[in-house]
């Protein structure tokens, strides 16, 4: 639906002029992506109150039926517009799980990095950890899936399983490994012992994507025009979202599970924490978070989150279903 020419916001020099269900930032520019998704995983948004949504969604409703009130800014516009981004799936149209938003990513995934990282862990502690880490992915991964195609409740039962079993498979085995390897001091093996998790949680994550979101790989996803009208379903729309989804997870857990043991090693050989040694939880909880909140943003702004494909790249149908040269889908996050 146009928008009407009346009744439109008060332009603000320090805030462009809205555009419903339009980032605030360009999405061709690396800069652009970040600053975007810097507001989607704003954990500040998960403080907003039902009946604060519920403005916000109404407001929005109101500029697109050209119905807005004296008095409305830009800022008003685009405030409503991360609020509701934030929370209710850009599909489903339905509230997204507080901790599996992605702006619930940092504080609810930040204790299992935690938890993963801890010195000298035991067998049983790497199982709890990878588990709790892979299920809080798995859910993550299905509540921010494109879900312009239902998902069969086995295929999310079936999806789980493999990822967790995968990740806990891959900690475990590495864990083995290095404690066999003789030829290394029980000081390297502690040291090498810190970065198990990340080959465990990188390839873990990735399988957890592919299998999260398989129904994906058979049904395909929507594909729209500019005008976000449904050209089609598309199975190569498909396998380009999870691929992209797939390398910002990869991404994503190398400054999460290198940074924090380098740092780690170098503090808990300082005077503070051999004096303090209880504190090298709390500081490691800082480090963590810190590494997490910082490499978030960057890792998923990688790609958009409504990415862009050639119609020619596409199946053979959508040459002649359209006659749009490119399309534009949601990978999801």
């Not at 039902?50 to 969604?57: F, G, P, R, Y």
């Not at 935690?114 to 000298?120: S, T």
């Not at 998790?197 to 500019?226: H, Q």
């Not at 409504?306 to 596409?314: A, G």
């Amino acid at each position: 639906m146009a928008v009407s020419t009346t009744n439109l916001p008060i332009s603000q020099p320090d805030w462009p002029p809205f555009q419903l269900n339009k980032p605030r930032f360009d999405q061709g520019t690396f800069v652009g992506r970040w600053r975007h998704f810097l507001n989607v995983i704003d954990p500040r948004t998960l403080l907003t109150t039902e009946s604060q949504l519920k403005e916000s969604i109404s407001l929005l409703e109101d500029y697109k039926n050209g119905q807005l009130k004296p008095g409305v800014t830009d800022s008003d516009l685009w405030k409503a517009q991360k609020i509701k981004q934030a929370i209710i799936h850009p599909d489903t149209g339905e509230k997204i799980f507080m901790p599996f938003r992605m702006s619930g990513y940092v504080p609810f995934g930040s204790p299992m990095v935690v938890g993963l990282l801890l010195p000298n862990p035991s067998l049983g502690s790497i199982v709890f950890w990878q588990w709790l880490n892979q299920s809080h992915n798995a859910c993550v991964n299905y509540a921010n899936r494109n879900a312009s195609k239902p998902t069969p409740t086995s295929r999310f039962i079936m999806g789980y399983v493999g990822a967790v079993t995968s990740a806990v498979s891959i900690a475990v085995g590495l864990k083995s490994l290095i404690k066999k390897a003789s030829r290394f001091s029980p000081a390297t093996k502690l040291l090498i012992q810190r970065f198990v998790p990340f080959p465990a949680v990188a390839t873990a994550s990735t399988c957890n994507v592919i299998l999260m979101r398989n129904n994906e790989l058979s049904e395909g996803i929507e594909v729209v025009d500019k005008d976000g009208k449904v050209v089609g379903t598309s199975l190569i729309a498909a396998k380009k979202a999870i691929t992209e989804t797939a390398i910002t997870r990869v991404f994503l857990a190398a400054p999460i599970f290198i940074i924090p043991p380098f740092i780690m090693a170098f503090i808990e050989r300082t005077k503070f924490l051999k004096t303090y040694p209880k504190m090298h939880l709390p500081i490691n909880a800082v480090v963590c978070t810190a590494a997490f909140g910082l490499a978030l943003p960057v890792a998923i702004a990688m790609f958009p989150q409504y990415s862009q494909v050639s119609t020619k790249d596409l199946e053979p149908n959508f040459s002649t279903s359209t006659d749009e040269d490119t399309l534009f889908y949601n990978k999801g996050l």
